[in-house]
């Protein structure tokens, strides 16, 4: 059974460059959520995705979007980047089985440290 | 008002000691609660999960008081490997997905 893998691990970007991380999920598993860890917090919600479409999003801006591919695989975008969005990237996969089947059992990714300059 | 709270330390201890971590929620309709660890530079991994009755896992104990909206984490016996980021974690099912709330974590340093 593989975790989830994250590329790259590392990457320095300048404001308003654009950033596309990419996540590949466990095996078996079907729903792909981002988050975003700044220095000194906890794990923040980006997005999920599910059956290739986005199903929930936090409180971040249009300009933060992703992809989920058939093969459960998912990319997170960011255009214009700004020095704030310096953090790391994690990816966590887990399997949606149905309303009332309780919460997912997140499995994260090592995560892509980005730093903006 | 952050929707988790949890006590950032860093709690420095002797290996031995026992530690207790705690954390409020906000939200009365979230509905599973866990606590995750998360190594220096590492991804958060699942500890255990939180149930009314309490639980335990070894050294590990962890209590939900939903009326009083209060999780916490006791850890007997501390090793050097016990050192790490304590994340409390709440999930809210809203919208017709589950959402995971973290804290910011709570810092463990156990010294010899």
């Known amino acids: 059974e593989t975790g989830v893998t994250q590329s790259p691990t590392h990457l320095i970007k300048t404001r308003g460059q654009q950033v596309t991380l990419r996540c590949s999920s466990q095996?078996?598993?079907?729903?792909v959520s981002w988050y975003q860890q700044a220095l000194g917090q906890g794990p923040q919600f980006i997005f999920q995705?599910?059956?290739?479409?986005?199903?929930g999003r936090g409180n971040f801006p249009p300009r933060f979007s992703g992809l989920q591919f058939p093969n459960y695989s998912s990319e997170l975008n960011v255009n214009a980047l700004e020095l704030d969005d310096s953090a790391l990237y994690l990816c966590a996969s887990s399997l949606w089985k149905g309303i009332g089947s309780g919460a997912n059992v997140l499995t994260f990714g090592a995560g892509s440290r980005l730093t903006v300059l | 008002r952050k929707e988790v709270e949890q006590d950032p330390g860093p709690f420095n201890v002797p290996e031995g000691a026992t530690v207790a971590f705690n954390c409020t929620y906000s939200n009365s309709a979230s509905q599973s609660f866990f606590w995750y660890r998360q190594d220096c530079r590492k991804e958060p991994k699942l500890l255990m999960s939180?149930?009314?009755s309490g639980n335990e896992d070894g050294r590990f104990t962890a209590q939900l008081n939903r009326a009083s909206q209060y999780i916490s984490l006791l850890i007997r016996d501390s090793k050097l490997s016990d050192s790490a980021t304590y994340l409390c974690?709440?999930?809210?099912?809203?919208?017709?997905?589950?959402?995971?709330?973290f804290g910011a974590g709570t810092r463990l340093a156990v010294h010899p």
């Open positions: 974690v709440v999930n809210l099912f809203s919208g017709g997905y589950n959402k995971l709330i």
């Open positions: 939180v149930y009314s």
């Open positions: 095996s078996g598993h079907n729903t």
């Open positions: 995705y599910y059956r290739e479409e986005e199903n």
